[in-house]
């Protein structure tokens, strides 16, 4: 399905980024993995995508940089030649009730979620109008479209993904280029395992679909984007969340 294809994942070594560069691997693509650091799981990563038969390299990036972004971006377009698929991915949480978050959980947040995002999409922008396609896939979250307590700065980090993506759909469709974003609901993995059991429940207990998504659910809507069976879908932004926020 994404044969010959080229796909960048941020925070691809673990979670549901690791997910999704996976599913795209499986699916043919070569995957350049941005990761804060080189870590063994990173390395893990990279060795299980070489296995499916891809070209697959970890680039070790903190997105919160624009100049790490842009040397890292670089050298992905010369290692790779072009890129085709960038699923921005990378996120992190500060929560805590507004009066108690930091300047810094505030900065930290918008940094890495909204502004990372945006530096690495610009980063590969001028590359995917020079072939006339791209497409770009940024990972938001049910909380920036239904909001949340204890989650002001993550929610608004997510929401601002949203205006970002309807805005690059808008302002490069024409080109070719497609800019969509999904938006998870409760997922398991490394960011929502700090839940104690009674979190849990009472999260269960407002999902429809009854559990927790995994990471894999993410990464099937992920893979339709990504692939040509979405050919017509731009500026949209797709839930995968049980049924959470209806
Ligand atoms: P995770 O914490 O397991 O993984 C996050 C990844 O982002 C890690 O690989 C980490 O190294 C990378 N990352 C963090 N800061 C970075 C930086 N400054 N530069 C480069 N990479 C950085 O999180 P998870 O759960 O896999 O989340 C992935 C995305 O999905 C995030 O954007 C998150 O906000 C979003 N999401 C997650 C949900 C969940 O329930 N787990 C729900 C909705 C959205």
Do not use: W
């Not at 949480?93 to 979620?113: E, F, Q, Y």
């Not at 997510?158 to 993506?165: L, Q, R, S």
């Not at 998870?184 to 839940?195: E, F, Q, R």
């Amino acid at each position: 399905m994404l044969n010959g294809k080229t796909a960048v994942v941020t925070g691809g070594a673990r979670g549901i980024g690791r997910a999704i560069a996976y599913k795209l691997a499986e699916n043919g693509a070569n995957v350049a993995v941005v990761a804060t650091r080189d870590s063994e799981k990173a390395r893990e990563t990279i060795d299980n995508l070489q296995k499916l038969g891809v070209k697959a390299r970890l680039y070790a990036c903190d997105i919160k940089s624009a100049e790490e972004v842009t040397s890292a971006c670089e050298e992905i377009l010369a290692d790779f030649g072009q890129v085709d698929i960038l699923v921005n991915n990378a996120g992190i949480t500060r929560d805590n009730i507004l009066p108690s978050l930091s300047a810094m959980d505030i900065d930290d947040v918008i940094d890495v979620n909204l502004k990372g995002t945006m530096f690495v999409t610009k980063a590969f922008i001028r590359q995917f109008v020079r072939k006339r396609a791209g497409n770009i896939i940024n990972i938001s979250s049910v909380v920036g479209l239904m909001g949340n307590k204890g989650q002001t700065n993550y929610s608004a980090s997510k929401a601002g993904i949203i205006g970002f993506t309807k805005s690059v759909a808008r302002e490069y469709g024409r080109k070719n280029i497609r800019c969509n974003a999904v938006a998870p609901g409760y997922i398991a993995t490394d960011m929502t395992g700090a839940l104690s059991d009674e979190q849990r429940d009472q999260i269960k207990s407002q999902i429809p679909l009854g559990s927790l998504g995994s990471p894999d659910n993410v990464a099937d809507l992920v893979l339709f984007l990504a692939s040509d069976s979405s050919s017509y879908i731009t500026g949209e932004v797709i839930k995968v969340d049980g049924g959470m926020y209806v």
